[in-house]
């Protein structure tokens, strides 16, 4: 494909307009090239479908949230209980931040797409491994009692479920940081260790 990076990077951002604006199942290629003022054919060279454009910006999505959560997991202090409350608030609130960013702005991490599913199946894989790792640390400091890492890690996350897209996008933001600090505390009693 091609390698242009300044082209590239003009038919992403004229993409992400579009799509904050129309969403991407209102958007064609057309449009694309149009708001990028390119021909059709130019986005056509950076990327083979319009689908591919969908998937590089949905990545570029996850990886913010995979990102602040990263963040909040490598603090240079705090326990690791700390750090846990930590990755999940700024998980959440980076997916608030991305639904507040147009009528359309939730859709790169939520919807039928299939480069938004593609895109969201490497966030799960790797969402997984960073929770893993911060559960593993805990049972290393003594803070955390858990048997099975990679299982708890999985169950962690169906917890937290609804503290993520769609569900975390219906709710009113106080109200959802409310539930994601009681959560916090029904889930840390369960994993911290006692005695």
Request: contains cysteine; hydrophobic residues 45%; negative net charge.
């Amino acid at each position: 494909m091609g390698c242009d990076h300044a082209r590239r990077r003009q038919i992403l951002e004229a993409a992400e307009r579009l799509f904050r604006q129309h969403g991407p199942a209102k958007t064609t290629v057309a449009d694309i090239a149009r708001e990028a003022e390119i021909g059709i054919g130019s986005v056509y060279l950076e990327f083979p479908s319009k689908d591919a454009v969908v998937e590089a910006l949905s990545t570029a999505r996850h990886e913010r949230v995979l990102g602040a959560m990263r963040a909040a997991a490598e603090a240079p202090s705090g326990s690791c209980v700390e750090r846990f409350r930590a990755v999940f608030d700024a998980r959440a609130r980076e997916f608030a931040a991305m639904a507040a960013e147009g009528d359309h702005g939730a859709e790169m991490v939520h919807c039928a797409a299939a480069g938004v599913k593609s895109a969201h199946g490497r966030y799960l894989a790797e969402e997984r491994t960073l929770v893993a790792a911060l559960l593993e640390r805990g049972v290393r400091s003594g803070e955390l009692a858990v048997a099975d890492v990679e299982a708890t890690a999985a169950v962690v996350l169906l917890a937290y479920a609804s503290f993520s897209p769609p569900w975390l996008f219906q709710r009113c933001a106080e109200r959802a940081d409310s539930e994601l600090q009681a959560m916090h505390a029904l889930v840390l009693r369960g994993l911290e260790a006692r005695g």
